[in-house]
């Protein structure tokens, strides 16, 4: 092979490099960025914002390394794929062939369709750029509206109230972090937050952003009342950076649908992270998680495909941790009631928190925490149980134990 | 390079590896949670079990980081955490599918085993023999000769008539 192309600098990227170099030390390899600058990885902007890490430490030391393994970088953006004759046009004007392709150019955050919700002030948490914006507004204002609340939107809400800013939440949804806690969870949350002095508002529509010329802004929700900020931190989803694909032959949706080997339709051209959608570990065929971890775990497989290995992923398990507002929030794979068929509550004797176990068909499909750290450890050693399926005759209190003393059973 | 084993039929539950493991991590307690292995006590069950890292060829905590701070020390082969570099995200005590890796609360970072740097303290702790530092090999060997022992003992008493005793 003459070289290896891959299309992004994130975690399925920098996996994919890992991997590929353990099987084939020599093929050079190709990265394109467009965001540009040294590796790091968008877990740890939150914790940046927040203080508890310095920003040095958000760059990722093993990626320095690869310079020197082969891999050379160009900091530029893919405008077009000519999959019939293999190679990529970039926006620096030049063009590069490739004998294999990864995209892994991953997604960035969206600002939804609101009036007057594009202009200087209304931030996204999503990138270095954001971070560094976010730190300027942190220094001098005092009041802060967080629209949407996943997980990157209260990391940063929190890391708002760190400093002393009064934070609103508005969430469409009826309760928060519909997406990752269940309904008991996303109380105790609010909960939480209402102690920490933060006010959160369901069921808001925004209708508009106004800003006055003294800069305060005003977000106007339907049939509630305006809310004022100094600043605006919208986390309202991400989309895939796959624009370059338009005339292209590899088929995508909102994202490029993979299989198990994490290949596309078009042969060499592989996809991995928030940019595909590969299968999942409960079986379904083309999910995306835009998760770090799901990243690692499709772009380790790619790479070693990409250099002659046939290895088939499992699937992604979804799963998702943080710590905020003096609590530890965590969930894995399913735990909603629509999901589920059956479920295990923690009791409080057990110090861990709210811990739910979530069961389907005699299965257990999922956990979510908001909790003890030390609770995630325990969750660590269900996930391959989750992962491959297996039933688990003991009865949920036990299961901890019935999992140590299986680890040196002969 | 050598490794801590662990033979769980030999543990007493003492927890002596758990107080020199708190003790030469954090130098002023004894206290279980500044731990890097734990015995766990499963009464009902009859068993106790000690686990701590085993510094795993192909480490889920090293892979998942999203900081890099996970790292392998090519000294001992230890797998560790820069605790510099650990922004307490928690990721690895996910990945870990033993549910070795720990939180230090205070410091808001995530902990584990580091071997201590080549002269594990647990190991030096342990009263009944149920933790060692060897080669994998060595332990490997010693499993062997076990099972090859219990196999032929198996067999004997299947050939022998019934009534008789079976001393070894």
Known sequence: M????????????????????????????????????????RVLLPYVLRGKLTYDKLFIPYAEKFKELGVEYIESEVLSLDDKNNFISLSDGRQLTYDKLLIASGSHALLPPVEGIDQPGVHNMWTRKDLDALTEEF??????????????????????????????????????????????????????????????????????????????????????????????????????????????????????????????????IYAAGDAAAGPSAFGDEHVTHALWPTAVEMGTIAGANMAGEDTSYSGSLNMNVTEMFGVTVASMGKFNDSDIDNYYVYGDETGKGYCKLCYKNDLIVGICLIGTPETVGMMGKIRPIIRRRLAVDCPPAKLDAFLSLRFFER | MKVITIDPTKCVGCRNCELACAFINSKTTCERK??????????????????????????????????????????????????????????????????????????HVSTKCTLCGGRPRCVGHCISGALNFEEVEEYAAKTRSKVDEQMSRRMRMKCRPTGVSDND
């Open chain 1, 139 to 268: 220094k001098t204002k005092k009041e802060a509206i967080v629209v949407g609340s996943g997980f990157v939107s209260l990391q940063a809400a929190w890391a708002a109230r760190s400093h002393g800013i009064r934070v609103s939440i508005v969430e469409i949804a009826d309760r928060i972090m519909p997406l990752v806690l269940d309904i008991r969870g996303s109380t105790i949350m609010t909960e939480q937050m209402a102690k920490l002095g933060v006010d959160v508002h369901t069921s808001a529509v925004t209708e508009r952003v106004e800003k006055a010329p003294d800069g305060r802004f005003s977000l106007v929700l339907k049939d509630k009342d305006t809310i004022p900020a100094d600043f605006i931190i919208v986390g309202a989803g991400v989309r895939a950076n796959i624009e370059f694909l338009k005339d292209s032959g590899v088929v995508f949706n909102r994202t490029v649908p993979v299989d198990d080997h994490m290949r596309t339709n078009v042969a060499d």
């Open chain 1, 2 to 41: 003459e070289s290896i192309v891959i299309i992004g600098n994130g975690a399925a990227g920098l996996a994919a490099i890992k991997s590929f170099r353990k099987y084939d030390p020599k093929t050079p390899i190709t990265v394109i960025s467009k965001e540009g600058g040294a590796a790091y990885s």
């Open chain 2, 34 to 107: 500044a731990s890097m292995i734990r015995v766990n006590h499963y009464i009902d069950e009859h068993a106790v079990i000690p686990m701590t890292c085993l510094h795993c060829d192909d480490p889920w905590c090293m892979a998942v980081c999203p900081a890099g701070a996970i790292v392998r020390d090519p000294d001992t082969n230890a797998v560790v955490i820069d605790q510099d570099k650990c922004a307490g995200c928690k990721m690895c005590m996910l990945a870990c599918p033993y549910g070795n890796i720990h939180f230090d609360e205070e410091r």
